[in-house]
């Protein structure tokens, strides 16, 4: 009976790990196993895992949609994962699995001026830049990981004193490139200020693309490419001048929250499924 008990809490551990992992396979394959050899085993095996279901937190999708899903499915490391959100094909993130609960697809991110974001609208289309690096994750992409599920938006922000702020809205979208990616952006709450509701309902521009309400080239003006109304309360993706620079407006700025000539060192922008509670 000893060896029975044994061996029952070593498949148990064998099971919770995997279930964690893929919870999409049967709980008779796993009992399967090692369960024939002792009915008692049997027994004691689909009564731990049911307790072990109860406990378990949210549920795994055979395929990920997003980052939040490859969390649930025992992801808990930040780091780079394949998503597939409407079906139509995998790509590659970044997952931040440590900020306000994890589950945050990462879908911009500056953080040392070694990528240059003075680009044209294929780029900003397609992205560019590396995933374990600075990056833009791509217009088409962000498309496709909002118009299935409805997101919020959360944008961390870091001065060159090491100082943080965020800015989160309720809900973000980013249309087709047919309506020029228009943006979706809903309330804000946070401590950076909002700099962003300005820009809904406006297209994205870029250096070889003006769809701005400026009767010139906000992106030309402002070096960055953007949801530019006449011209911006936020620049994200603007020069990288790490600080204070003396040049108006053209670098990584977010104007509620250190003006318009005020760049910050580190800024990230990511999306969570609108429907998960916030920690």
Known sequence: MKVYMLFALLQLSMVEQKFQAASAVTVNNYISVGGSNSTLLVKLMRSLLSELKKTNVGTCPKVAKNCYDV????????????????????????????????????????????????????????????????????????NRLTHQVKNRLRVDLEDTKGKGAYAEYDYFAVASEQSKYKLGIGTYSGTAG???????????????????????????????????????GSNLNGLYHHGQHKSYADGVNWSAWKGHNYSAKKAEMKIKPANIKRK
Request: glycine share 16%; net charge neutral.
């Open 194 to 232: 909002d700099s962003l509701s300005g820009h809904r309902n406006f297209a994205f521009s870029t250096k070889d693309q003006d769809n701005d309400a400026n009767s010139g080239s906000c992106a030309v003006l402002y070096k960055g490419a953007w949801w530019y109304t006449s011209c911006h």
């Open 71 to 142: 969390l649930q499915c025992g992801g808990k490391q930040s780091g780079v994962y394949s998503v597939n959100p409407d079906g139509k094909g995998e790509f590659q993130v970044y997952c931040d699995q440590k900020t306000s609960g994890g589950g945050w697809t990462v879908i911009q991110k500056r953080k040392d001026g070694s990528v240059d974001f003075y680009r044209g609208w294929n780029d900003y289309k397609n992205g560019f830049g590396d995933l374990k690096g600075e990056f833009w994750l791509g217009l088409d992409k962000i």
